[in-house]
């Protein structure tokens, strides 16, 4: 399955065939996306590579007694591996590769990048979960590696809030600059990932003819573009309007994000076009649903309704219109039929409303962009809004933003 490269996969892959990006296609997408039969099976290959550097550090960890390796990534990743009295050699390699930063990263461009998406203030954080998260879950090779942690559909509610924590904090600007918290937070979630994959590789059941190599190139990719491109995406479709300039930025942030992360020079995009065929080649091959995918998503749309728990008639209300809006910008993305699969709730009059929202949204956006001062306003309302959602349900949920928590791995049977 995973090797072969059909016809079929040449035509228009479902996710462009309905939905957001159906009308993405239209009116967004710069020239022709499509792609012949040899670029799609170069990307396939990806498939089978992972991280060699964050998995040798993981075997470090696995080889030292317990704690010490975690020890000496955190001292490293603070305070410089050379700080280390002889450090291991896996830990000297991962960290002379991530300090040496490619050529092409434009400090000024993150810090644009960083403040057009932080403009979005709290609105960013619908297409992340409705959207990014929610569309990820199409991925059914991806998600065997999330079901096999057996923590996700118990705890979607803190793995949401960390998720959207861990996207504040690699977007806010200067927050990339090295020591700085997104930094961090990037090659501890690499590392996070290094971890799952050790564990599905130490499991009989894992099939690799189906499912591919755990969290490999390609998947990791996919998770990339559904934080940067299909985010644009969202923003725009929910009425906010970027410049040619602000989309370019952003993406170049997500590049600089996606090389931290340990994402191959060859996936990475370096402009719309480029992130736009990724998307259709990535639809072609990998958005393709199971019952997984439907478990996922019920266990995310549990998590929206939790939004009310405990607050009596008024948190029922809550919780079922969180649930019908969140439903409602996934449906008006990912497309009826994707919807239908994932049985999300089929709500008329909260799409309407979405849609209705979206509107005031882009007039409230075409006067900003022509009053002096609003652009620059809106970012810091943004920030204010984003630090409040993080300090208020950190409080609530106390996330593990070292993430130290999910480097303990247990695997379960995703059979």
Known sequence: MADKVSEE???????????????????????????????????????????????????????????????????????????????????????????????????????????????????????????????????????????????????AGKRLVETATWWIHVTTEGALRHGERGYTSALRVRLVHAHVRAAMNGRDDWDYAAWD???????TTGTLLLFSQVFVLGTQLLGVRYSERERADILHL???????????????????????????????????PDDDSKRLAAALVKAHAAVGEGRGPFGAVLSHVSVRVHSSISRLVLGRENADFLELPNDPVAQGAVVAVAAVNFAAETVRRRVPGATALQERLGAVGRQQYVRRLGRIFRPDTTYASHMRVTPRSAA
Do not use: C
């Open 213 to 219: 190599r755990p969290v490999n190139q390609v998947q």
């Open 9 to 155: 996969h040449l035509q228009e892959p479902e996710l462009f065939r309905q939905g957001g990006l159906r009308l993405a296609a239209k009116l967004f997408v710069p020239g022709d996306i499509h792609v012949d039969e040899h670029q799609l099976r170069r990307v396939r290959e990806f498939a089978q590579q992972e991280d060699p550097l964050a998995d040798a550090v993981v075997a470090m960890m696995q080889r030292l007694p317990a704690g010490q390796g975690r020890e000496l990534f955190e001292r490293a990743l603070a305070e410089g591996v050379d700080t280390l009295d002889d450090p291991p050699a896996e830990l000297v390699a991962f960290f002379r590769s991530v300090e040496a930063t490619p050529y092409w990263v434009d400090d000024d461009r993150l810090a644009r990048g960083a403040r057009a998406i932080t403009r979005t203030g709290l609105l960013g954080l619908f297409p992340l979960a409705d959207m990014s998260l929610m569309g990820g879950y199409l991925a059914s090779r991806a998600t065997k590696s999330l079901v096999g942690t057996g923590e996700i559909e118990y705890m």
């Open 254 to 288: 997500w590049r600089y994000v996606g090389w931290l992360l340990g994402i191959s020079d060859e996936l990475l995009p370096a402009d719309e076009e480029d992130a736009w065929r990724m998307l259709w080649l990535l639809a072609a091959t990998e958005f393709i």
